[in-house]
């Protein structure tokens, strides 16, 4: 089971080319930092501006650099299921722990259409998480329909961020309890976990993956009181990255520890000089920068 603090990690760039030693390097500081596991080239890791063989590479610099001591789920979504058994197969070859698989978006599949679509990704024997996110895919897989899907031995989970809390029960209810629930959603991740969630998908765990870590061992240990501190703290700095595209944010936050560049591919550009300082200003809050 992959659960915990899981975050779906940066592409970093520089001169507008991967930059693959700074990625290595985040690697092992997330290990160090105590993450639980790591999504490359989801949406917050750039997918969409990535060539195929620059996701390819990402992966596999992933996968080679955590070498075992943390699962990797490698991104595999496309609307298109050709392409996303290509990606899924790649990260197979690669050695990806599971892929991570959005419901396809802008083409708005029927349940019907998303039940082929995971099946046929599913059936290439790499373990899958369902990616739910509506509010960018403009489909939304039902609870019913997760169900079905979690009868394939192969797909064991989802990252759900639909922002509907009530949505853990239901799918408790219609693939079981064993199936993996993850959140998808930093500022929910307490109240998700206390439904029956086990870990989060997070982007803000780029820039507090220590922080994000001790949030999520405090919620599967049942000790809420001491997840809400920290909690407390994160909940500015989850608003603050995503006044603007989250990866941007994030990026910028990462930028300011001296993490990475936080330099991003049109058409996304960098924060406007508000949303910096209201990055800045939830870092110092957290405690991340003085």
């Known amino acids: 089971m992959i659960k915990g603090s899981i975050p779906a990690l940066v592409t970093p760039f520089a001169n507008g080319e991967l930059d693959l030693d700074t990625l290595k390097k985040l690697v092992d500081w997330h290990v160090a930092e105590g993450s639980h596991g790591l999504v490359p080239v989801g949406t917050t890791g750039e997918s969409p501006t990535l060539t195929h063989e620059e996701h390819d590479r990402v992966v596999a610099t992933v996968v080679e650099q955590a070498a075992g001591r943390i699962p990797v789920i490698a991104g595999a979504g496309s609307n298109n299921t050709a392409e996303t058994i290509r990606l899924v197969d790649a990260a197979k070859a690669a050695g990806a722990d599971a892929a991570l698989v959005v419901t396809p978006y802008y083409n708005r599949p029927t349940q019907r259409g998303l039940i082929a679509h995971f099946t046929a990704a599913a059936d290439r024997g790499l373990p899958i998480i369902i990616y739910n996110i509506p509010g960018r895919s403009c489909v939304d897989m039902t609870p019913d329909t997760m169900g079905e899907l979690a009868k394939h031995p192969n797909i064991v989970g989802v990252k759900d961020a639909t922002g509907d809390l009530s949505r853990v029960s239901r799918q408790r209810i219609t693939c079981g309890t064993d199936f993996w629930q993850i959140s998808g959603e930093d500022p929910t991740a307490v109240g998700f ?20 870590a001790q949030l999520q061992e405090a919620t599967l240990a049942g000790d809420y009181r001491a997840a809400l501190e920290v909690q407390d703290r994160l909940m500015p700095l989850h608003l603050a990255i995503f006044t603007e595209p989250g990866l941007v944010g994030v990026k910028y936050a990462m930028h300011m520890l001296g993490l990475c560049r936080d330099e991003v591919r049109l058409p996304l550009v960098p924060l406007s000089e508000g949303t910096r300082l209201a990055v800045k200003d939830a870092l110092k ?6």
């Open 193 to 212: 976990n206390a439904q029956g969630g086990i870990g989060c998908i997070s982007v803000t765990a780029n820039v507090a993956p220590s922080l994000c």
């Open 285 to 290: 809050y957290a405690g991340l920068l003085d």
